[in-house]
């Protein structure tokens, strides 16, 4: 197996291991989540376009991503993104695999194998750590 397929099941391992870990995460009082934190994935699912558009959703940009990693990258990186659509199917004629949309609950999804769809989880979702006594008992 070549190294960038080795690199992209392992990236696909570890997505779906945050999937499988859903709703046990726990973040450090004050400190800001890491951005495969704050996404469940789901497996096989497609965002259906244009009744999502129709609902206000807003359709953001699309490109080619080398992994699905990067594709949740950029979401946390873009301004009023909270859903990630990756193609895995990784065919050569296609331009592009990653498409962003901010969806603020208005998106609609349905089955569709070769998926994955990265949705960012309410901020109520993530359970914060406690803060640890001070030692001094202050």
């Not at 859903?22 to 996404?39: H, N, S, T, Y």
């Not at 603020?104 to 309410?122: A, E, N, P, V």
Request: overall charge negative; some cysteine; proline content about 4%.
């Amino acid at each position: 197996m070549e190294y960038s397929r080795k690199v992209w099941w392992l990236s696909l391992l570890l997505l779906s291991a945050c999937d499988a870990s859903q709703g046990d995460e726990k973040l450090v009082q004050g400190a800001e989540p890491v951005c495969e934190d704050i996404f469940t994935i789901h497996h096989n699912l497609i965002i259906r376009t244009k009744e999502s558009l129709e609902n206000k959703a807003v359709f953001l940009d699309s490109f080619m991503a080398d992994q699905a990693v990067t594709c949740l990258e950029t979401c946390c990186a873009t301004d009023g993104c909270d859903t990630a659509v990756f193609s895995e199917s990784g065919r050569a004629d296609s331009s592009r695999n990653c498409y962003l949309f901010g969806c603020q609950g208005r998106c609609s999804f349905t089955g569709h194998s070769g998926y994955l769809i990265m949705i960012k989880r309410d901020p109520s979702e993530l359970t914060p750590l406690p803060t640890e006594p001070d030692p001094s008992g202050q």
